[in-house]
């Protein structure tokens, strides 16, 4: 083998499958190296969408994709939606291609500092130093990527460590450690906040929001009064009839402010205290009442089950029964496009099991309060803030699990910065209806100016708001991308359209008009 090959073939034995890719020269022997019947390679048409599909995948499998990405701005493109997964704790392999030892001294024109892009968004970045070691470099990367929480792996390939011979393979071994249990004085110190009587909140995060640690969390909280909570963002939550519901923490600090204000107690389970997304004038960072006191049960890098499983030992809830979230039959809603309807159009269409990217921002902030007792279904949330997440995620996410709808709502600011994504959707057959809110303006940013203390927008502000000149043809768009779609003004449209998407295979794209 050479080392491309030994490269692709490690990948595969240490169980990453998958490739998101956007190749270009200096990858070609890679490219050549996909053959391998084991590996299956998507092309993606921006390397944004490689990351953010990497990220879905690795959400709804809790193990790494791998990328392929062109050189340093092929990285650079790359970097929003990982920052995106590296929020999210999504572990993923990037594999950077790079110009030949012998040729980079000639400071051609595609050379840049690779690694000085990939460091800050990395956890672990290393240059392939020869085809005979590489092998025991993609271990290494692959093994980073699958440590808890998740980690971000970047192994940058030169050209002839590619095409070199590879000789004997030869890997490291065990090198990913078992999740630790939390330490008992945390517990002992949790249960007896429990057993006090005062008012708690517990907040889960990560691992924690889905499976046996859900379940755990509702037993605790039928056995002590205490509340489940999640942040505004989570990265995947397992919600729906059937599950233990969690509330939500408002995003807008004054309302975020006002429902922590009631709880003397927080406990937190791989995640940290809420603190608001933006600093605003006069307003805090940290958004507990001063008199509130934070109990870390969990750390991020420990077994939530476990420290679960110790804290209803100790406050002898094994037989409980755990809070269940019961099915609430959702009227199909007509008339206009309101919030509420939307929401109401939502909860009743989804499917069984469906999965559900939210990049709404503004039209969806509403739709999770009325759907917590819809159907059983995945919700994914965008972690790191970065717009653009939405449709990528949504792909990675629907190839992860290709029996299961996904439904991604995006506004239609974000929605541009990926749009890619259809193109690859309709390649690989995938089943997920995009609904892209059409308000022809980046709504969260007039809220946001207003919010930010900055006056009412005048012209010059509002033209930098507004997306109406020209205004966006969504099914045109879609259509070229080869992705069915149709355009709905009203909500029993928009009911009707989700239920038919859901019983179709393969993408499509609903235009929700809201102007």
Known sequence: MNGAESLVTTLVDQGVDICFANPGTSEMHFLSALENPRMKSVLCLFEGVCTGA?????????????TLLHLGPGL??????????????????????????????????????????????????????????????????????????????????PGDTAWKDAGEVVVPKGLVKPRAAPDTARVDQVAKVLRSGEPVLIILGNKATRGRALELAGKIAAGTGARLGS???????????????????????????????????????????????????????????PQTIVHPLVETDEDSVAGLEMLVEALGLGGTQGLVQQRVETPIPSGALTPEGIAYALAAAMPDHCILVDESLTTGRQTMGFTVGARPHDLINNMGGSIGYGTPVATGAALACPDRRVFCMVGDGSAMYTIQSLWTQAREGLNITTIIFANNQYAILKAEYTNMGAGTPGPQAMAMI??????????????????????????????????????????????????
């Open 54 to 66: 990497a990220d879905g995948w690795y959400r709804m499998k809790d193990t790494p994709a791998s």
């Open 76 to 157: 650079a493109n790359g970097l929003a939606n990982m920052h995106n997964a590296k929020r999210a704790s999504s572990g993923m392999v990037n594999i950077v291609g790079e110009h030949s030892a012998s040729h980079l001294k000639y400071d051609p024109p595609l050379t840049s500092d690779i690694e000085g892009l990939a460091r800050p968004l990395s956890h672990w970045v290393r240059r392939a130093e020869g085809s005979t070691t590489i092998a025991w470099d993609t271990a290494t990367a692959v093994a980073k990527a699958s440590e808890h929480p998740g980690q971000i792996a970047t192994l940058i390939l």
């Open 231 to 289: 942040q505004f963002f989570t990265a995947r939550i397992e919600r729906g009839a059937g599950r233990t519901p969690l509330e939500r923490i408002p995003y807008a600090v004054p309302l975020a402010q006002a429902f922590l204000a009631e709880f003397k107690h927080i406990v937190t389970l791989e995640t940290r205290e809420p603190v608001a997304f933006f600093s605003y004038p006069d307003k805090p960072s940290l958004l507990k009442g």
């Open 466 to 515: 507004d997306i109406d000149r020209p205004t966006i043809d969504w099914c045109a768009m879609a259509k070229s991308m080869g992705v069915p779609s149709v355009s709905v003004s009203n909500a029993e449209d928009f009911h009707r359209a989700m239920v038919r998407s859901a019983g179709e295979p393969g993408p499509s794209l609903i235009e929700v008009k809201l102007y």
